[in-house]
């Protein structure tokens, strides 16, 4: 691949912040100018960051993404436990965890495999799903401490995931702006039998 750099991309799942997630990014909000929550109509779970794209591989990124659509279906996903990335005593993020991240692991390891194609590396980390809430600009004060210690294990309720989101990134003074390029909508997933039993049941009733 060549060297001559287009823009700065990445593909993520957009999140409708449930409930829960409202209240703690409440909290987060006001701590201080150290702490800058993530605006909700931004937040979102990164499946694959591709960092510095060239022009020539954003159809090939592209035709990837709409063919999950053929794979992958629509799941409800439960938001579990609070974080900090590096370390909880040093965060710069600040994190909410998934409680079952199997599928989103299978796209994320669908998108690793169809990029590595075009030349993207592997991410060297793997895969560890998580929603971004807020980053830590400076010293934060001792209540953010006490929130993740006392929010460790917390639920923040479920979410639908629906849509796959293909994103330029143009980074700005106070904090990235993100560029949709395309936007991919999953089918929705098969309905259990019990659950058609039941609406055909009620159905004849009627």
Known sequence: M??????????????QPTRGLRK?????????????????????ITL?????TELEDIMPVSRALKEMRNRFKCVRLAFKGLGAFPREDRPNVIWAGIKDETLL????????AETEKLGYPRERKGFH?????????????E?????????????????????????????????AQYHEMQTVRLPP?????????????NESQS
Request: charged share 30%; no cysteine.
């Open 48 to 52: 694959k960051f591709l960092g510095p």
């Open 105 to 112: 692991a299978e796209m994320a390891e669908y998108l690793e």
């Open 129 to 141: 799903a998580h929603l971004t809430l807020a980053r830590i600009k400076a010293k934060p004060p």
């Open 2 to 15: 060549q060297k001559n750099q287009r823009a700065r991309t990445f593909i993520a799942v957009p999140v």
């Open 143 to 175: 209540e953010l401490f006490q929130l993740l210690a006392d929010r460790r294990d917390a639920e923040w309720g479920e979410a639908t995931l629906d849509t796959l989101k293909f994103f330029r990134s143009e980074l700005k003074p106070q904090r």
């Open 24 to 44: 703690v990014l409440e909290k987060l909000n006001q701590m201080g100018s150290a702490v800058k929550p993530i605006p909700e109509d931004q937040m979102h």
């Open 189 to 201: 997933a098969p309905k259990k039998k019990n659950q058609a039993k039941s609406l055909d049941s």
